[in-house]
């Protein structure tokens, strides 16, 4: 069943795979300004972190690792809460089984919400296509606030 998840979750990502984003919109005090080539910002395959670590841009490759292993541990905790197989062997017990199933549902109701935002944050930048913003959503309901920053970065399509 997770292969059968993880197959059809990478289908979903290769089909509905963003396009390259644009450059971050500069703030207006620095609007005037003319990106400087050596920096960070300049750099096309790269993604901001959020503010105060905004100074730092990651490799998109890297970025793409960090929500793989994302998923993964998403699956694995879903996996340890449900199967039953992780108490059965004697790994956990029935008891943690049982928080387990309360934080996934925890987690999957704060992923609910930020993949509400995304799509907000995306149809405000001129998304408006229905798949594309239901694209943004699954992959926030998966990502979280990792996708809220990506989309928070686009610059408006208008």
């Not at 395959?45 to 541990?73: E, H, Q």
């Amino acid at each position: 069943a997770t292969l059968t998840l993880m197959f059809l979750l990478s289908n979903i990502f290769k089909t509905y795979a963003p396009r390259p984003l644009p450059r971050p919109v500069a703030c207006s005090a620095q609007s005037d300004k003319k990106p400087n080539p050596s920096s960070d910002s300049a750099l096309p395959n790269t993604i901001r972190l959020p503010p105060p670590l905004s100074s730092i841009a990651i490799p998109k490759a890297v970025y793409s690792a960090i929500c793989g292993a994302v998923v993964v541990a998403e699956l694995g905790l879903v996996d340890a809460a449900y199967s039953g197989d992780w108490s059965r062997i004697g790994i956990i017990t029935s008891e943690q089984e049982l928080q387990l199933q309360q934080a996934v549902l925890i987690i999957a109701a704060i992923h609910g919400v930020e993949a509400a935002i995304a799509a907000y944050i995306a149809k405000g930048k001129g998304v408006d296509d229905a798949g594309k913003l239901l694209a943004v959503a699954i992959r926030a309901f998966f990502f979280g606030a990792l996708e809220i920053n990506k989309v928070s970065q686009m610059e408006p399509l208008r």
